[in-house]
């Protein structure tokens, strides 16, 4: 069965500078998609940044960009010059092309340091 | 605006007592989905419809009934709400399986019980 890890349960970083939240997943399929959503203390969930697991190119947005690694299926998020507004928890998605359903990470919590 | 639309947003119930989470889309999506998410869980997911017809238990439906009223409408009912049950509920729609956009997700339910 696929699953999605998130090692890290909490983490912080200082406004304006750069943080990494990881993940990993488990799959055997070779076509997939994978997301990370954000939920800001409004608690909306958010999509932040989507990869298709064809392309190798990294996915980016903005502030926002994803370290792809298929063979290692690691699929990290990079939050460039940090705001306030980042502060949130972010959760990890995978979703295979055969099934109904996302699969979802544990979730990290993301504290901004003013 | 397009999107998911979930009622009420806070609902406080006695142990006991029944009542139904409603969820409407307007994009025109195939799937439905109802998540609860609890402290340190992450999202864990209660019942899905894939399509118009169709309901499937997730990880968690004991306690919970679902109907998919017509494309548009996916309601979740409480029969007998248990403290086991206090939680923040999320409905979510999207076009599909394999559908590269995702989950757009409603604002959420936070529902108690005592």
């Known amino acids: 069965a696929q699953t999605v890890t998130q090692s890290q349960p909490e983490m912080s970083v200082q406004e304006a500078e750069t943080v990494t939240l990881s993940c990993t997943y488990d799959t055997s399929e070779s076509d997939y998609y994978l997301f990370w959503y954000k939920q800001p203390p409004s608690r909306q969930m958010i999509l932040v940044i989507r990869?298709?697991?064809?392309?190798?190119q990294n996915a980016t947005e903005n502030r926002f960009s994803v370290n792809f690694q298929k063979a290692a299926k690691s699929f990290s998020l990079k939050i460039s010059d940090s705001q306030l507004g980042d502060a949130a928890m972010y959760f990890c998605?995978?979703?295979?092309?055969?099934?109904?359903?996302?699969?979802f990470g544990p979730g990290t919590s993301l504290s901004v340091i003013p | 605006n397009a999107g998911v639309t979930q009622t009420p947003k806070f609902q406080v119930l006695k142990t006991g007592q029944s009542m139904t989470l409603q969820c409407a889309q307007d994009?025109?999506?195939?799937?439905m989905y109802w998540y609860r998410q609890d402290p340190g869980m992450g999202l864990r997911l209660i019942y899905y419809?894939?399509?118009?017809?169709?309901?499937d238990k997730g990880e968690v439906p004991n306690g919970y009934n679902v109907s998919r009223l017509n494309k548009r409408e996916f309601s979740l009912r409480l029969e007998s709400a248990a403290p086991s049950q206090t939680s923040v509920y999320f409905c979510?729609?999207?076009?599909?399986?394999?559908?590269?956009?995702?989950?757009?997700f409603g604002s959420g339910t936070r529902l108690t019980v005592v």
């Open positions: 419809s894939a399509s118009e017809g169709t309901t």
């Open positions: 990869q298709e697991a064809y392309k190798q």
């Open positions: 979510a729609s999207s076009g599909g399986r394999g559908t590269d956009y995702g989950y757009t």
């Open positions: 998605a995978y979703w295979g092309t055969s099934y109904d359903k996302v699969i």
């Open positions: 994009m025109n999506h195939n799937s």
